[in-house]
């Protein structure tokens, strides 16, 4: 059968594309692609930011659909089952070994793994086959545009559990998008008191719409504002959702004298700087801690938390477009006002 995508062709350009489907091996799945929302990762490569990743790309990572026909040899799904995309991965590496699947080191994950002329896993595509290893259940009831948070949701979690913070410990998050709303989400579902700080006013709105403790720095003293709602304290950690210099400056000046664990989420392009020095470091006892990836286990809890209702990003689906208007959807994902944008494959 013939399947149609979107690629990135070059900065500011999308193109739609048509090939066909090669026959279901025995550990496949063909999906009928439902939903696919654009990252920062997809419309900072559209604006020309991100152009190391390569062109042309089937990109769209954060992807739900429902399974069509599954190959002989699979037993976890049937037709008719509604999934969210993860990355294929070998199983077989040391990265693959340890859990984190995003970081194989045989299946590159923006490779061209499914394609010897794109780059990417056609996210933005209407019917594709995968490894039945490369998808996760959801629950019927879920939007499939709500569904496809799995994988963004997953790397939360991946990123506070390697944080690892003590109970009834006070989390920062800084930046208030998509990211650093699911961020404090997770870490109140996990039950730490967190305080969002975010200078979009509109997000801001939608964060304490959801319950969460928003300041605004262009509004407050941060310092002192942590230190009002947290019993004179400064944070015990800092998980820095925006990749900016100026978040990184807040979560230096924000984060406890003494062992604060400050969590570097986002990237950012162009790259953030970091002012602090090795002693600052060592007497402070500061943990600076990397995040990047998901392990197996955490699209799986992620598919848990959403489809058992712990976890609502009902209020992070900005909009939703049709397939045909996929240009229209990249330049609305590329507003600053904008959350997650969601582009509908196909109707139900």
Not at 10 to 31: A, P, S, T
Not at 262 to 281: C, M, Q, R, T, V
Request: proline letters at 2%.
């Amino acid at each position: 059968m013939k399947f149609e995508f979107a690629a990135l062709t070059k900065k500011g350009e999308i193109k739609k594309f048509e090939r066909q489907l090669d026959k279901l091996k025995d550990d496949e799945v063909l999906l009928k692609q439902m939903a696919c929302n654009i990252c920062t990762t997809d419309y900072q490569q559209w604006q020309g930011k991100r152009e190391h990743q390569g062109y042309p790309m089937a990109g769209g990572h954060e992807a739900s659909a429902v399974v069509v026909e599954v190959g002989d040899k699979v037993k976890s799904f049937i037709p008719g089952d509604h999934v969210a995309i993860i990355y294929d991965y070998c199983g077989e590496c040391d990265s693959c070994k340890s859990g984190y699947i995003t970081n194989c080191e045989n299946i590159k994950q923006f490779g061209k793994n499914y394609s010897k002329e794109f780059y990417g896993i056609f996210g933005f595509s209407n019917y594709f086959k995968r490894k039945s290893k490369s998808l996760v259940k959801i629950d019927k009831k879920l939007d499939f545009s709500e569904a496809a948070f799995v994988e963004p949701l997953s790397s939360v979690i991946s990123g506070i559990e390697k944080l690892n913070p003590f109970y009834n410990e006070t989390i920062v998050v800084i930046g208030s998008g998509t990211m650093g709303i699911l961020n404090a989400q997770v870490a109140k579902a996990y039950g730490f008191n967190v305080i969002l700080s975010g200078t979009n006013e509109k997000k801001n709105i939608i964060a304490s719409q959801m319950g969460l403790t928003v300041i605004n720095p262009k509004e407050d003293d941060v310092v002192k504002k942590v230190k009002d709602l947290n019993n004179g304290k400064l944070a015990d950690s800092v998980i820095v959702a925006a990749g900016s210099s100026s978040a990184n400056k807040q979560a230096l000046e924000i984060s406890k004298n003494y062992d604060a664990k400050i969590l570097f989420y986002a990237a950012g392009y162009p790259k953030p700087e970091l002012d602090i020095d090795s002693n600052d470091i060592h007497y402070r006892r500061l943990n600076l801690v990397g995040a990047y990836g998901s392990k197996l286990y955490d699209f799986n809890k992620a598919s848990n938390l959403l489809s058992s209702g712990k976890i609502d990003v009902s209020k992070l689906v900005e909009q939703k477009y049709d397939f045909s208007d996929i240009d229209e959807a990249f330049k609305k994902a590329s507003q600053k006002n904008s959350f997650r944008v969601s582009v509908i494959l196909n109707k139900e």
